[in-house]
């Protein structure tokens, strides 16, 4: 019975999964806001130092967003 609901469970949470890969790739301007705002550091007035600078090339946030998704989309 305990192997069956682990099984299940583990689904779900796989289910999980491709639904936030899925989320990432349907709505890709929100998804590359977000890689835009941390790479940019939108939050950086907030904290003393940081470790890297602020970066805004577009060519990298897309190259970084692919990289996330495709990472995102490799088995497991």
Do not use: W
Not at 45 to 74: D, E, G, K
């Amino acid at each position: 019975m305990m192997e069956v609901i682990v099984a299940i469970l583990v689904d779900f949470l796989a289910l999980n999964n491709l639904l936030f890969k899925l989320q990432n790739l349907f709505n890709i301007n929100q998804a590359c806001g977000s890689v835009e705002s941390v790479f940019g550091q939108a939050e950086a007035p907030f904290y003393s130092r940081s470790r890297m600078p602020p970066m805004r090339s577009p060519v990298l946030i897309r190259t970084a967003l692919c990289t996330i998704i495709a990472l995102q989309l490799r088995p497991a």
